[in-house]
């Protein structure tokens, strides 16, 4: 079986570190053209596209989304390509008070084409950026901290999610990489005898995964050796953090030839999500 086989190929880890990157080892030769493609020898993700340090940054346009920070029911609150949650998901929700953003590179035209203006052939970016809110509430990062080990569809209620918005075979995709974060935040704290606000900055910890994504069956591909599994055409990145008790991920899905093309935008656009309480 494919998982059986690319399982040997990756150590299985915790997260337990303030920043820390799990690399899975080096990939059978079996693996085939597609997976030397996706991969370097040590695991991770191929940088198709690295920009060099000295490189301006390109400009973005930010995305602002907005979330309650309470909500009942067992299907997570989703948010597709900027778009903002369907009136009858949050029927039964408080108030919108959290909110999200995300930057998308301005070479890019608007979702949900996602073309890279910048190259002769104005090709796609990737396919979709999704936020959503996973049901439940989280009182501190346990779940997150043991993704690795439980699954990473566990962890980050991916099943939650309706139909359409990731790929049918994610919750079996194979883990790539995986790290912790953190990310800088301003907190309001109110004096209530006084009446006063005051401002401090904390650390956020925000759980980044790769995950390699097979189709539910192999085709005609050149890449199908015929091994009894399929081989990668997708990679998704994902990023989670826990705000106000409530887990909110960003998912960014792309084909492999997108990730060759734009690896680069696409971490930056991961980079970017960021989740400001709504006592902020």
Known sequence: RRRTF???????????????TFNPTS????????????????????????????????????????????????????SVDGQDIDAVE?????????????????KWTAAPEYIDTLLSSRQRACDRIA?????????????????????????????????????KTLPVADVVTGRKVTKSA????????????????????YYEFDLAVAPDTCGTSAENLGLGFCPYDTVVLLSATIVDEKMMVCGITCTKNEWKQSNADLKRVRNSFFVESSSS
């Open 186 to 205: 301003v907190s309001i704290d109110t004096d209530v005898l006084e009446g006063e606000n005051s401002a401090k900055e904390e650390k956020r910890k």
């Open 6 to 20: 690319i399982s040997k190929s990756f150590i299985a880890s915790a997260l337990i570190q303030s920043v820390t």
């Open 90 to 106: 949050i029927s039964s929700a408080s108030s919108p008070t959290v909110k999200v953003t995300y930057e998308v590179p301005e």
């Open 131 to 167: 936020v959503y809110q996973v049901p439940g509430t989280f009182k501190d990062f346990s779940i997150l901290e043991k993704a690795t080990t439980i699954g990473i569809a566990k962890a980050l209620g991916i099943k939650t999610v309706r139909d359409g918005v990731f790929p």
């Open 27 to 78: 990939a059978n030769a079996l693996e085939g053209d597609l997976t030397s493609q996706l991969f370097n020898e040590d695991g991770s993700l191929k940088e198709g596209g690295a920009i060099k340090e000295t490189e301006l940054e390109a400009k973005n346009r930010k995305i602002t989304l907005t979330f309650p920070s309470s909500s009942n029911g067992d299907a997570a609150l989703v």
